[in-house]
């Protein structure tokens, strides 16, 4: 079946260590994100992609970085520079252009919930 | 990408019409609005979008106003399941840039 994949859903870390957290999606699409969320919060920008090879800032990006070297995968470094990273990450992938035969919809992945020991 | 406001909470009985509004004043023509839902600890699902006519599909109605400023997600007969964070967002055609999401609702359903 055709979705979103994050790895792991649970993951620990010690201060000081980076951490990647995995995002994949088999439906061709051409955008992926990441977004945080905090407890009893809404979702905050991470990073973006709309091509490969090619990601942009979002509102939080201090403390993280991407890459895009293929059109499937988008992972995540949390690195120790993030100051309080114990959250729920969840990655997000898009269709470019919306109406042809599609609704433009964001697919989200189940979630990763980092926590730093 | 536009700006949405949504009130934090709601609450909604079981059975009745849960309508939830959606500030987004700063929209521009070619800017959809999305609605999306987050049951506790989930990744937010789709619901339903629009551009400017009125829509309806087997989860929810939305409405928008003719200014397209503003919209309400309508569940017509809410059940406890429909407990959730209900986020509406604004994304262009051929859109695929910053896609901000607010604080949303948190719907409260009971019995």
């Known amino acids: 079946d055709g979705g979103i994949t994050q790895s792991p859903k649970y993951l620990f870390r010690k201060e000081g260590q980076n951490v990647t957290l995995s995002c994949e999606q088999n439906l061709n699409h051409d955008a992926m994100y990441w977004y945080r969320q905090d407890p009893g919060q809404g979702l905050r920008l991470i990073y973006y992609s709309q091509i490969v090879n090619d990601f942009q800032k979002g509102d939080i990006a201090e403390g993280y970085s991407v890459s895009r070297e293929k059109k499937e995968s988008f992972p995540l470094t949390v690195t120790s520079a993030q100051k309080n990273p114990t959250a729920f990450y969840l990655c997000?992938?898009?269709?470019?252009?919306?109406?042809?035969?599609?609704?433009?919809?964001?697919?989200f992945g189940e979630g990763s919930r980092l926590t730093v020991l | 990408d536009a700006k949405t406001t949504q009130p934090p909470s709601m609450d909604c009985a079981e059975g009745r019409a849960a309508n939830l509004p959606c500030n987004h004043s700063t929209i521009s023509g070619n800017e959809y609005v999305y609605w999306y839902r987050q049951i506790h600890s989930q990744g937010p699902q789709y619901i339903i979008h629009g551009l400017k006519n009125n829509e309806t599909n087997e989860m929810a109605s939305l409405i928008i106003t003719e200014d397209r400023k503003s919209s309400t997600l309508i569940l017509p007969h809410a059940t406890l399941r429909d407990t959730a964070v209900y986020y509406c967002i604004v994304r262009g055609w051929g859109n695929t840039g910053k896609l901000i999401f607010g604080q949303g609702t948190t719907l409260q359903v009971k019995p």
């Open positions: 997000a992938s898009s269709i470019g252009v919306i109406g042809q035969g599609n609704t433009g919809e964001l697919f």
